[in-house]
């Protein structure tokens, strides 16, 4: 009942993967954006890095759209306008499905391992050294990164608590554009 309400998060979350392949120049082959049973974009296999990077698309576009439209919820609150709650609505289902799936966090996960394991089996002894050296830095936070990302996205309750931090975010204005100032000064 919750997926089909808040559906519209889906097609982003969708769209999110589609745009990433394009923007990192991965074949898409099919996609399918309205289906309530199922939708899903297919594509080549990528690299390691791509692979993370469609992964979290999703997470990074949703957030960034559901934050847009409840400041223009807002908006159109103080104007009065019952357009506000359909802004809501969809921020709300934004963020909601804004975690990668289970099967884009093994993906992004199973990408950087095998990277890595072919980084230690070919090349120079030097090279070789320098990845195992390197491994632990980049295998262990992606399997903690792609861990988090499974737990989100199995938990609806944690789902409903990062949609109150993102609306909760985005009523405090002036605290966002405080913390916005501090990331760029």
């Not at 919750?2 to 394009?22: M, N, S, T, W």
């Not at 993370?52 to 908006?75: K, M, Q, R, T």
């Not at 709650?85 to 093994?106: C, M, Q, R």
């Amino acid at each position: 009942m919750l997926f089909k309400l808040l559906f519209p998060g889906v097609i982003f979350h969708e769209l999110a993967h589609y745009l990433a392949c394009i923007l990192f120049g991965v074949k898409v082959f099919s996609t399918r954006l309205f289906d309530f049973q199922e939708a899903f974009i297919q594509h080549a296999k990528p690299n390691a890095w791509q692979a993370v990077g469609i992964s979290i698309a999703p997470f990074a576009l949703n957030n960034l759209l559901a934050v847009w439209l409840l400041l223009l919820a807002n908006d159109f609150v103080a104007a009065m306008n019952p357009v506000a709650i359909v802004f809501y609505w969809l921020a709300i289902a934004l963020a909601f499905h804004s975690f990668p799936s289970d099967t884009d966090a093994i993906n992004a996960f199973n990408a950087v391992k095998e990277s890595c394991v072919n980084h230690l089996r070919v090349g120079s002894t030097r090279k070789k050294f320098a990845w195992l050296i390197l491994t632990p830095f980049i295998f262990i936070p992606s399997l903690f990164l792609t861990g988090m990302l499974l737990l989100f996205d199995k938990s609806a309750f944690l789902k409903i608590v990062w949609v109150f931090i993102v609306v909760w975010t985005a009523l405090q204005p002036q605290q966002l554009a405080l913390f916005i100032n501090s990331i760029f000064v």
